[in-house]
């Protein structure tokens, strides 16, 4: 299982814009993932109601993970986003 954990860089945290543009990403790797606070039950990175379920903060660990083929690329650049807060999706994603 590859896994990532980062702080999540949006300052209002994983909701409404921030969280729409993460799932977009998330669906766009076409990998399944999963998204989780570091000490709770992982979701579906692909649900935009189980992202906004987690209630993550900005500044607070989150679990991104994956037992696909291809999951180490994909969780790099959703890490990336999460870690750097973007408002845009990149044109890597």
């Given amino acids: ?8 860089g949006w300052t209002e945290g994983l909701h409404a814009r921030p969280a729409s543009i ?23 990175a692909a649900s935009m109601l189980a992202v906004l379920g987690l209630g993550a903060q900005g500044g607070e660990e989150i679990v991104l993970a994956s037992e696909a083929d291809g999951a180490e690329a994909a969780l790099d650049r959703l890490a990336k986003l999460v ?3 973007l408002d845009e999706l990149p044109e890597t994603v």
């Fill in 22 to 44: 993460f799932v977009r990403a998330a669906t766009a790797t076409g990998v399944p993932v999963t998204i989780a606070k570091a000490d709770g039950n992982p979701v579906n």
């Fill in 83 to 85: 870690a750097e807060g």
């Fill in 1 to 8: 299982m590859a896994e990532r954990r980062v702080n999540v």
